[in-house]
């Protein structure tokens, strides 16, 4: 396994005029609560560890108040942390000078906020352009890469409008685009499609999964939104009042949920749409009767089309054109069942 992109230790971080003492209670047992209401402090983050691998997209959920806008302004450093590390291709970034910590910022990691923050007074190509400008380069470069991310995001043409003139979801499409141009190598997502339309969400969520299997950046994404979630991790990280529940491949926690808390947030999710071939599949079997031939990312929504619910029709499953499980219809059916 690769090294991590990014490795979050024993992080905390409480809000507060004497955070030294309050972390040793918190050290110490003291939850949240009890925190506030005895020390009039607020415990933001709790011993938070986690790993994000080079090239993946992580997903930080949790509801309002878990603690997961707080964690990712530790990733940058927009927050420091009353306690811990955050490792940044192997560096602490808590060593970092102001002078380490703009380069980080300029170079390293780029930013999409919920609410677009784009430039009122500028244009959708000098909004685009921002990172470029900033660093002092010339309109002879700035212009012709901030063109070509803005035409890769479906804004082609656009460049001369103002940011007024456009829609919540294209507004959204530039701030994409201005994350890109920088070049960084990290991108921090923080709710970055919750203000935006259902429809319009689906078509940017897809937009984002098109341009990561291209591009293959480290993605920090944020919501409270477990279908998104599902679609767009490859590493899921569930926060409940500061601390992580549980985390791991989205499948799995879908499939062994560990706490009464992720129980309740995966109790309405359409399983049909999110559990696929690979996750469900028996490797080293043979099966009698007849059988379709599925892709290992395939949905079971998708089984249960091809086989047209026909509940007698087993599946060989394949990746790259290799066969690697099977799967019943029985078995589909099953996963369906949700963990009570």
């Known amino acids: 396994m690769a090294d991590p992109k990014i490795s979050i230790r024993n992080l905390y971080k409480i809000f507060g005029s004497a955070q030294e003492v309050a972390l040793a209670h918190v050290k110490a047992g003291m939850g949240k609560t009890e925190l506030l209401a005895k020390h009039k402090h607020v415990l933001g983050l709790r ?45 602490n970034i808590m060593s970092y000078s102001a002078e380490r910590l703009r380069d980080l910022r300029r170079k390293n990691m780029s930013m999409v906020f919920q609410k677009f923050a784009l430039l009122p007074h500028r244009t959708v190509l000098e909004n685009a352009a921002t990172p470029l400008i900033v660093a002092g380069r010339p309109r002879s470069e700035w212009e012709p890469e901030a063109t070509r991310w803005l035409d890769r995001v479906g804004l082609a043409g656009q460049g001369a409008q103002y940011p007024h003139q456009l829609s919540g979801g294209m507004q959204q499409r530039v701030g994409i685009a201005r994350a890109l141009t920088s070049n960084s190598e990290i991108m921090l997502m923080d709710e970055a499609f919750s203000a935006l339309d259902p429809l319009i969400r689906t078509d940017m969520q897809d937009l984002l999964l098109e341009l990561q299997h291209e591009l293959h950046k480290t993605i920090v994404f944020i919501t409270h939104d477990l279908d998104e979630a599902l679609k767009l991790a490859d590493h899921l990280v569930m926060l409940k009042d500061g601390e992580v529940v549980q985390q791991g491949e989205p499948q799995h926690i879908l499939l062994h949920p560990s706490d009464p808390y992720i129980i309740n947030f995966i109790s309405d999710i359409n399983r049909a749409r999110v559990l696929r071939a690979r996750t ?14 599925v892709d290992a990312n395939a949905t079971l929504e998708e089984l249960i089309t091809v086989a047209q619910g026909d509940t007698n029709v087993s599946f060989t499953v394949t990746r790259n054109g290799a066969t690697v499980g099977t799967l019943t219809m029985a078995e589909v059916v099953k996963a369906l069942v949700p963990v009570r």
Request: aromatic residues 0%.
């Open 47 to 91: 011993d938070i560890n986690v790993d994000m691998a080079p090239g993946e997209i992580t997903v930080i959920m949790g509801l309002s108040g878990s603690g997961k806008s707080t964690l990712i302004r530790h990733l940058n450093r927009l927050i420091d942390p009353t306690a811990g590390e955050v490792m940044v291709n192997g560096e």
């Open 280 to 293: 469900m599949m028996t490797g080293g079997r043979r099966i009698e009767g007849p059988t379709c031939q």
